[in-house]
């Protein structure tokens, strides 16, 4: 006797929905002008900057990357920077138990 298989219905929308109709058919509540009003007054409140809606000029898109290119530059310090600050009392620290430890031998 041969065993039972159950059938998967592939019949409605993708299976990560749970093929749930309801997924499909529901509304927008805001639009998506009053959205990107509020996503715009979010960034200029927390980073300060405004979205624009124009065209860059070369120069504009120049002085970004070179302002990105800093700001990487600086992290990167700062971060070889604690690194070596924290590493220098690690290897202190290392030395002076092994230097420890083999005195005891």
Do not use: C, W
């Not at 058919?25 to 405004?50: M, Y």
Request: aromatic share 14%.
């Amino acid at each position: 006797m041969a065993r039972q298989r159950r059938r998967h219905s592939t019949g409605f929308g993708y299976i990560g929905f749970g093929n749930n109709q309801s997924v499909f058919n529901q509304n927008t509540t805001k639009a998506f002008s009053s959205l990107k009003e509020k996503l715009d007054n979010e960034t200029f409140l927390h980073h300060n900057v405004h979205f624009l809606h124009k065209k860059l000029t070369k120069a504009e898109k120049e002085a970004i990357k070179t302002r990105i290119r800093k700001q990487e530059k600086i992290r990167t310090k700062k971060t070889i920077a604690l690194f070596i600050i924290l590493a220098i009392p690690i290897f202190f620290f290392v030395k002076f138990f092994f230097d420890k430890l083999a005195s005891n031998l």
